[in-house]
């Protein structure tokens, strides 16, 4: 599991390459949450196009990053997911809340 920022704008690009499981969902929602708050951003973007595996702990990790950043008045957008994490995120109505781009 890795991941890595970059700023556009108003807006924190996160990269997440590996696995959204149990074993990586807090250190990966620790690390986004502090650089979320060092950085002067308001939206936060995930890019899941490197995430090779996700289960319900990834499911919670983007709800979190999706309440921590409308409590600042921004917006949360999913892009580049594979077709088994689209699968998961329509399974469980998160496309539904959270813009994706595919």
Do not use: C, W, Y
């Amino acid at each position: 599991m890795d991941v890595r920022f970059k700023r556009d704008g108003i807006a924190l690009i996160v990269t997440i390459e590996g696995d959204i499981d149990h074993h990586t969902s807090k250190i990966l929602k620790e690390r986004i949450d502090s650089k979320f708050i060092i950085e002067p951003v308001k939206d936060m973007i995930l890019d899941l196009s490197r995430v090779t595996f996700m289960d319900s702990a990834g499911i919670g990790l983007i709800m979190g990053r999706r309440q921590r950043v409308s409590s600042v008045g921004g917006k949360l957008s999913i892009i580049n997911p594979k077709p088994e994490i689209i699968k998961m995120l329509k399974m469980s109505n998160v496309d539904k809340l959270v813009r994706t781009d595919v």
